[in-house]
């Protein structure tokens, strides 16, 4: 940590953070962000949003600690149980403890957006910051491929990608990313189009820096507050296509718990055991409003523009 | 300030009421719209069915349960399955036959005066003609024909007609004619098609496959009049029918992919049967004052299939110990109460020469008998291996069932579920470890399986024998090719039943398959419909009444 | 739905071009570029359809046939050819409107989609009636009630919409409001009582019967509609009211709304007299492109409610392996997008009078 001390003491800290004049770069970062977390606890549903997302984030990492039975075990004999003190959730067509599938479920599930995000963010970031920076055949072009891709609705074109690799998780990702990168990029080149007028680019430019040099170094990073609004509400449209291919049966694979996939078990006994189609379904519905939720405030935060 | 305040307040109601009032208009529609009680109508048979893998109505190339039933209430064929027991037949368009001494030729005496909807007359040359094209189009059912030496070199010479109603079958072998009657004449092949009709709508030498992949051109107590792919499906009694006229006018087939649809359209009153309930569903119905359950066992097996070619499952053992991993009792009362019934020989119940009940399904779930068998294999730690199932409803559970008893002997499965094209597709190209599958036979007789399931004429890769199961799992045992040959020309009835009883012990220890259930055709039907009649291999509408 | 919010500001961000030389220009470059969009998909469409490992073969031969009958069907269907002849014959079949044989139905791709769509566009026309109606006065009232209740109640509303999965939606709401209540009619969309009684003229069932004059099963058809309508209508309703209320926001704030108070007009004729006719085509495009995502909604919507349409049929083609038919399919929800987009474009060009 070469960074300034940070003071303990509670009255230090917030001295320091609403300094009038920042001491470093650091402290004025420092002080954005404390900005933006007030903004933040100032705007409820967002807040709210957010505990949600901590809680199921929670709930995944300590699944093992949080889950009551074995996820894998069978017991034909205690099929179709309703909620109870043993089952809180009642148990599957094969006698799975439905609570602890819905726990290890959070982990597929976040496992599904968080890698999305992973593959999508740079792809989007790189293709839409060059095009919108070179501009010219290669934006042209790059402009034209987005086009295609946004011309498919995503779970039309995840549908198809995903029938195209097989099913299962990994496929799913990659199928999902595919169909999710172009509003990225598209977004990315908006934002680019835009920096590349001001005069510390021009500046940058005229002291020699490399095309390269300056999307990575001075672009990107200006993208990224955008970036990041649109992937955490891009969240819930991701969590909504992984489960629908769950639902078809082209995500993940039994005996996994995936949400989705669960559900669409459940949809047999929905006259039935209702709960069984219920409780995965509230579980998709909770985590991507949460998302919804979140994203809504830190736009607010972050892009005040499309308030 | 104050005044905005005000002015908005007033404004606030008003807004609020135009949506309010979108609700109430809403509701007011739908709540009119209802109908109360919805009956289906008196003169007609309403079903929901899962239709979606109707693709044609040719005979000589539709291959699947809903055509199939389609095509046997609209298309008469020589003679037909005894609806009271599926092991005899009787007469349909055939009104008699007789058998030379030497079982070698069988005599079709047809039925006078009978038209085609079309208005031309029946004859034995439509019957000829028929049976003929299905072996020279080529689709999987010439195989029906081929099987039993009516070849596309041989079937001019062994299929003729003496004169315009009479149709003989000259044999290579001495089948048992109760077979061939079973196998060809009451098969949708020797379904009797309109030639004049077809051969006017001939496109490129296809005898009439294109025309007839969107309507049917023959006689029966039924026509089919509409065919909405994936929609619905309207059969009308047919005026001019030789025989007795249906007493349902129609016959309206809906296509209801969900279960759980088909159940609330049944208990609403909206489909007199339903067809593709799952077991949850018809536990619940059957308590219902409005709805009987009927169940009747047909001739289609669910099976673990092992590609035997290498790795563990090449060993008798291995294959003798997943049998031991299968909880059939357990599986038996849960999800496939309703669904089946557990059946480890590849005989079904009902069928000529099968074991019985008890005989026919000696195993249960015993992981030591189990894990004992793996080290005498050799896998004393078990070993690692791939299961592929398809979208048949219970394929899922059952397949997690076995995964889990596996793991606890120290075999992992993993399991992939794909779309059913591509499961045929890996299967046939010997390309998978295990898979789930179910296979139909079309005769009440052991020979029907064991000719398919067991019997491999050439195992060779390049043999392609892709229309036997039992190559697809590249397994051949010549000794038990040759039982099979001689248990099918046995003249005697008892040898042969002992002949076949050996073939389903040997093939229950050590074949390529663990058979788990034989499948029931369940349905649920309105008690104000009246004699649903069925088998395992027809089910007659035209004996429905309300 | 939130890429809906992404197209949908694409065109607010960038209203028009700048020195355009002339509408000629303009509209040959347009031209060109969807040309060119349009090709792309097709080549799209045809890759993943050839990637598909699904056996096109076997689907025609059924599980029985012979190896010989095997290879004779691969070749007529033209799968020994090199990949970039198939190519070639694919776009000239579309050139001729020609996607092939769909090999579930036996009938030509066209064929199918043409007697599968009218029922599609009967679904999402009365659930964007039904997103409009709602969507619009809620995302005024928001605008107008900004950061009061009702403006959090319609953004709770709102994101509740964007983030339900509407299988889900579509399974509950058919066990509570069909099996429970009894209030609408079942899946499919007519009952069988009427299904035979009527000729298609338009194929919509709702026009065809008022047509005739059978009041009784328009009643039928409309109970069918309502609850898949209603439910894909969420996602569009919160679309339709989060946009609506920006544009509001934004028009409430400039000065003529003053002025307009100022001279004494009344708070409600400022926002819909005067407010409101300028973000009228904003919403109108708005309106188009959640029209565009109700398509999508509408396959899983399909697959729930048993409705014979166009999203069902992509499903069962994708399940079946019939590659023809979900390339055709998919094709041609590209094609829309791509023509709803453009009209947007146009339309905004046209009309929006900051961009004249």
């Given at each position: 940590m070469s960074a300034p001390p940070l003071e303990t003491s509670g009255t230090g800290l917030k001295a320091w953070l609403t300094?009038?004049?920042?001491?470093?770069p650091f402290q004025a970062r420092m002080q954005q962000l404390s900005l933006k977390w007030w903004r933040l606890k100032a705007n409820p549903s967002a807040l709210f949003g957010l505990a949600v997302i901590v809680l199921i984030v929670l709930a995944a990492l300590f699944a093992p600690l949080i889950?009551?039975?074995?996820?894998y075990a069978q017991d034909l004999g205690k099929?179709?149980?309703?909620?109870?003190?043993?089952h809180w959730l009642g148990t599957d067509e094969l006698g799975r403890d439905i609570f602890s599938r819905l726990v290890f479920g959070a982990r597929i599930t976040l496992y599904i957006a968080l890698l999305t995000a992973i593959i999508v963010a740079p792809l989007g970031l790189i293709i839409g910051t060059t095009s919108g920076y070179l501009g010219g055949w290669v934006d042209i072009v790059l402009m034209r491929v987005v086009d295609v891709f946004l011309a498919f609705p995503s779970l039309v074109l995840a549908l198809a990608f995903v029938a195209a690799l097989g099913p299962g998780i990994e496929n799913a990702i990659i199928a999902i990313a595919l169909a999710a990168w172009p509003p990225i990029a598209r977004l990315a080149r908006a934002e680019t189009l835009s920096i590349r007028k001001s005069d510390y680019i021009a500046a940058v430019r005229l002291q020699g820096a490399s095309p390269l040099r300056i999307i990575l170094g001075h672009v990107v990073p200006m993208c990224i507050p955008s970036v990041v609004v649109r992937l955490t509400l891009n969240m819930a449209a991701i969590i909504l296509t992984a489960a629908g291919l769950g639902f078809l049966g082209l995500?993940?694979?039994?005996?996994?718990?995936?949400w989705g996939a669960m559900l669409a078990s459940g949809r047999e006994f929905i006259?039935?055991?209702?709960w069984i189609a219920a409780i995965p379904g509230t579980a998709i519905l909770i985590t991507s409003l949460a998302f919804n939720l979140f994203g809504d405030g830190l736009r607010d935060i972050l892009d005040p523009r499309h308030g | 300030m104050a005044k905005q305040d005000q002015s908005t307040e007033t404004r606030a109601p008003r807004a609020a009421r135009y949506l309010l009032s979108s609700v109430a208009a809403v509701a007011a529609v739908c709540a009119a719209a209802t109908t109360a009680g919805a009956a289906t109508p008196k003169n007609a048979l309403v079903m929901a069915w899962n239709?979606?893998?109707?693709?044609?109505?040719d005979p000589a190339q539709v291959g699947e349960v809903v055509t199939n039933e389609i095509l046997q209430n609209t298309c008469d064929t020589l003679v037909d399955f005894d609806?009271?027991?599926?092991r005899r037949v009787v007469p349909l368009f055939a009104e008699r036959w007789d058998v030379s001494p030497d079982r070698k030729e069988i005599t079709f005496h047809l039925r006078k005066g009978a038209k085609f909807p079309s208005g031309n007359p029946v004859t034995a040359e439509d019957v000829l003609w028929s049976l003929r094209r299905v072996v020279k189009l080529n689709?999987?059912?010439?195989a029906t024909l081929t099987e039993y030496g009516f070849t596309k070199d041989t079937v001019d010479e062994r299929i003729v007609a003496p004169d315009a109603n009479t149709v003989v079958f000259k044999l290579d072998k001495a089948y048992p004619t109760t077979l061939i009657l079973q196998a060809i004449?009451?098969?949708?092949?020797?379904?009797?098609?309109d030639m004049k009709t077809i051969m006017a709508n001939?496109?490129?030498?296809?005898?009439g496959n294109k025309y007839l992949g969107t309507r049917t051109a023959c006689v029966g107590p039924y026509k089919l009049t509409r065919w909405n792919a994936g929609e619905s499906i309207v059969l009308e009694a047919n005026?001019?029918?030789?025989?007795k006229a249906p007493a349902l006018k129609r016959v309206l087939i809906r296509h209801v992919a969900e279960a759980g649809t088909q159940r609330l359209l049944l208990g609403q009153g909206d489909?007199?049967?339903?067809?593709d309930l799952t077991p949850e569903d018809v536990k619940d119905l059957?308590?219902?004052?409005d709805v009987s359950i009927l169940k009747v066992l047909r001739p289609q097996l669910f099976f673990w299939n092992?590609?035997?070619?290498?790795?563990?499952?090449?060993?008798e053992k291995v294959r003798l110990a997943m049998r031991y991993l299968i909880d059939y009792d357990g599986l038996g009362k849960t999800i496939m109460t309703y669904l089946g019934v557990p059946r480890a020989s590849f005989a079904q119940l009902g069928a000529v020469g099968a074991l019985d009940e008890k005989e026919g399904q000696p195993f249960k779930l015993d992981l030591e008998k189990a894990k004992q068998l793996l080290t005498e294999a050799g896998y004393p730690n078990g070993f690692e291996a791939s299961l592929i199932f398809g979208t048949l409803p219970h394929s899922a559970p059952i397949a997690q069932s076995v995964q889990q008893n596996a793991s606890k002997i120290g075999v992992k499965l993993s399991l992939e579920r794909m779309a059913n094209a591509q499961l045929f597709s890996k299967v046939r190209g010997r390309e998978f470890q295990s898979a789930m599958l179910a296979w139909q036979t079309g005769?009440?007789?052991?020979h029907g399986n064991a000719s398919r399931?067991?019997?491999?004429p050439d195992n060779r890769?390049?043999?392609?024998?892709?229309?036997y199961p039992s190559w697809r799992s590249s397994y051949q045992d010549l000794a038990l090719n040759a039982k099979i040959d001689e248990a099918l020309l046995e003249a005697d009835t008892a040898k042969r039943d002992a002949l076949y009883a050996e073939i389903q012990k040997d093939v229950m220890a050590k074949g390529p398959m663990a058979f788990m259930f034989q499948m029931y055709n369940i349905a649920g039907v309105r008690?104000?419909?009246?004699?649903?009649s069925w088998t395992g291999f027809k089910t007659y509408y035209a004996r429905t009444s309300k | 739905m939130s890429e809906v919010a992404e197209v949908g500001s694409r065109r607010f961000a960038s209203p028009g071009r700048k020195g355009l030389p002339s509408w000629v220009w303009a509209t040959g470059r347009t031209i060109i570029s969807v040309a060119v969009t349009l090709f792309g998909l097709a080549a799209l469409t045809f890759f993943i359809g050839r990637l598909l490992p699904l056996d096109p073969v076997a689907a025609v031969?059924?599980?029985?046939?012979?190896q010989e009958a095997y290879d004779a069907m691969y070749r007529q269907l033209g799968l020994d050819q090199p990949l970039w002849v198939q190519f070639a014959r694919y776009v000239w079949g579309i050139l001729h409107l020609d996607f092939g044989t769909a090999l579930t139905t036996g009938k030509p791709v066209m064929e199918d989609i043409a007697r599968v769509f009218p029922a599609t566009i009967e679904l999402a026309s009365v659930a964007i009636i039904i997103g409009t109606g709602f969507g619009i006065p809620m995302g005024v009232l928001a605008a107008m009630y900004r950061d009061t209740w009702i403006d959090q109640l319609s953004r709770v509303v709102g994101l509740i919409g964007y983030s339900a999965p509407n299988f889900w939606l579509g399974l509950m709401g058919l066990v509570l409001f069909?099996?429970?209540?009894?209030?609408v009619a079942g899946p499919?969309?007519?009952d069988f009582t009427y299904e035979f009684d009527l000729e298609p003229v338009t194929g919509f069932l709702l026009i065809d019967s008022a047509m005739a004059g059978n009041w009784e099963m328009f009643g039928n058809a409309f109970s069918h509609i309502i609850l898949p309508a209603s439910i894909l209508a969420f996602g569009a309703f919160a679309y339709i009211s989060r946009m609506t209320r920006s544009f509001m926001i934004e028009q409430l704030s400039q000065e003529y709304v003053v002025t307009a108070r100022v001279k004494g007009l009344s708070w409600s004729r400022t926002v819909w007299g005067h407010a409101f006719r300028n973000i009228a085509v904003q919403v109108v495009t708005v309106v188009a492109l959640s029209y565009a995502f109700l398509l999508e909604g509408a396959v899983l919507t399909e697959t729930v409610f048993a409705w014979p349409g166009f999203g069902r049929y992509l499903t069962n083609a994708l399940l079946a392996g019939d590659m023809n038919a979900v390339v055709g399919c998919t094709l041609l929800v590209g094609v829309i997008f791509v023509t709803l987009n453009l009209l947007c474009d146009l339309l905004y060009r046209v009309f929006d009078p900051r961009t004249r």
């Open positions: 300094a009038p004049i920042p001491a470093s889950a009551t039975h074995d996820i099929r179709l149980l309703r909620p109870s003190a043993a995500g993940a694979q039994p005996p996994s718990p995936e006259l039935t055991n209702g | 239709i979606d893998a109707i693709s044609t109505f609806p009271a027991d599926e689709f999987g059912n010439a004449a009451a098969n949708r092949v020797a379904a009797v098609m001939e496109q490129n030498g296809d005898l005026e001019g029918y030789w025989g489909v007199d049967v339903a067809r059957e308590a219902s004052k092992f590609n035997v070619a290498d790795g563990p499952f090449s060993k005769v009440p007789d052991a399931l067991v019997f491999n890769a390049e043999a392609k024998q892709t229309q008690k104000d419909l009246k004699d649903w | 031969l059924g599980d029985n046939a012979t069909y099996a429970t209540l009894g209030w499919g969309r007519i």
